[in-house]
């Protein structure tokens, strides 16, 4: 067992960053997927992971959405503890209430999308904050076709996602989690199960989030140019641990360590 | 031997078939609404991370369908008053077979949620659903569809099974059918009615829930 002592039961200060890993370990048995990982992301930064696969980089997304449960260290959201709790002046495992209390400011968008296939896409918009929210179902209605609008995906409103491209649907995906009015947006892969053509509709309506909406943002993707485009910072994952990390243009055109060397090599070829 | 078929006798016995067809259709009925409603709460109790509830719920589904329904229903019916539970062989036989029915749709509930796919669940974890939330709203109308199929079965396998509650004295089909037989020392006819009304029952009640599973899955808009 961890001394949790160690840790804060919040965070204060002037330069309280939006999230922040701290110490986190992540493992399945003996194998490791995350080890003792530090990482600040500030309000409004857009942090991109690149790496490997197996380099744990989509586990960190999954660790922040509480989708996987950590195994040593603490991740603040806010300020607030995310996966632990004050109790007693110390940090416990934060309980199921916690968890729905701090995880209402982080929204997430998968790989393959995840939309709810009994539901339209405005229906799939207007779920969350209906239920979750509490919002009136005409509030939740246009808040929603606000947001498909905003994607582009207004004239489909009433298709049921099975009637939807898969650019289609991931627009759905990103309105449904910007209906939550997250302050955290977690993009994990989502142009990985697109075919090539359409990659250009989802990562457009990316870059407009970026560029007039005060989001932060954290990413795992293989789009490489994309990353460099619009991300502020980016981080090279290898093996569990930030092998390298920095603003874009700095990582790609001089990178520093021989692994992202490698990698960036790698991918160059492939494309 | 000879085949003697009288037909005179068939329509003398066909209203009081008939009425008994009602009293099969009832404990039916009422035996598939308690089977339906109880075999979700044994498949959802199946998987709270509770263990002596899953456990619980495991192993009666388990002995249930490791012993025969005729036990069952002589176990609520002659057992029961031990226990101070006293009811009527009808109440006794709806209940012993909507418990018997339980069993297995639990185990159909149980395959059906399990075809949900995982990324649906963390889709409402990322939504900040609840537990009820997400199973109502999300899970259970995805689950329904693939469930119908073998939900259709068992009704029509618990239509099929009523004839077991004449054993407690149920006037239900196949009771009024041997109290006509030894009435009149004739078997031919209502035997053979009772299969032929089993037949009309069953057969358009399979093709309805075939309709039903079509027009459910256009509703949830899935194909």
Not at chain 1, 58 to 74: A, D, F, P, S, Y
């Amino acid at each position: 067992m961890e001394d949790m002592s160690e840790y804060p039961l919040e965070l204060s200060g002037d330069n309280v960053p939006m999230v922040r890993f701290m110490n986190v370990t992540k493992s399945y048995g003996e194998l490791v997927v995350l080890d003792k990982l530090d990482l600040d992301i500030a309000a409004g930064e857009m942090v991109t992971v690149i790496g490997p696969s197996g380099s744990g980089k989509t586990t960190v997304l999954r660790m922040l959405m509480t989708l996987e449960t950590i195994n040593g260290g603490v991740i603040c959201v806010d300020g607030q503890p995310l996966t632990h709790m004050p109790k007693g002046g110390v940090l416990v495992p934060a309980d199921a209430r916690h968890l729905r209390k701090i995880r209402a400011s982080i929204g997430m968008c998968f790989q393959h999308f995840n939309l709810f296939p009994h539901m339209t896409a405005l229906q799939n918009c207007m779920e969350g904050p209906v239920q979750v929210l509490g919002l009136s179902k005409q509030a939740a209605r246009e808040r929603s076709e606000e947001l498909l609008d905003l994607v582009g995906m207004i004239d489909k409103k009433d298709q049921h996602p099975s009637r939807l491209s898969g650019g289609q649907q991931q627009r759905v995906a990103i309105a449904r989690a910007l209906a939550m009015r997250p302050k955290v947006m977690l993009f994990d892969e989502v142009t990985s199960a697109l075919d090539p053509e359409v990659i250009g509709e989802v990562t457009n309506v990316i870059r407009k989030l970026v560029s007039e909406h005060n989001l932060t943002m954290l990413m795992v993707t293989h789009q490489m140019g994309f990353a460099r485009d619009i991300s502020d910072r980016i981080c090279f994952f290898f093996g569990g641990r930030i092998e390298e990390q920095g603003p874009p243009d700095e990582l790609f055109a001089n990178p520093q360590r021989d692994r992202t060397r490698q990698f960036l090599s790698a991918v160059k070829e492939a494309v | 031997m000879s085949f003697n078929w009288r037909w005179d006798f068939t329509f003398e016995i066909l209203p009081r078939l008939l009425w008994a067809t009602l009293n099969t259709l009832m404990a039916a009925g009422v035996g598939y609404a308690i089977a339906v409603v109880l075999g979700l709460v044994l498949a959802l109790a199946q998987r709270t991370g509770f263990r002596p509830l899953t456990q619980l719920a495991r192993e009666f589904v388990e002995f249930i369908r490791s012993t025969p329904l005729v036990l069952q229903i002589f176990f609520v019916f002659y057992v029961g008053p031990q226990f101070g539970i006293r009811l009527s062989p009808w109440v006794s036989g709806m209940v012993a077979i909507g418990l018997h029915y339980s069993a297995y749709l639990s185990e159909v509930y149980r395959g059906g949620l399990e075809s949900v796919p995982k990324g649906q669940w963390e889709a409402c974890t990322a939504l900040n659903m609840t537990s009820r939330q997400t199973y109502f709203r999300v899970i259970i109308p995805q689950a329904l569809p693939p469930s119908l199929a073998g939900m259709g079965n068992y009704l029509v396998g618990i239509l099929k099974d009523t004839p077991m509650l004449s054993v407690i004295g149920v006037a239900e089909l196949m009771h009024t059918a041997n109290a006509i037989g030894s009435e009149s020392y004739r078997f031919l006819e209502p035997y053979t009615l009772v299969g032929i009304i089993f037949l009309a029952i069953s057969l358009p009640t399979a093709g309805l829930i075939r309709l039903f599973e079509i027009w459910v899955r256009r509703k949830l808009g899935m194909r």
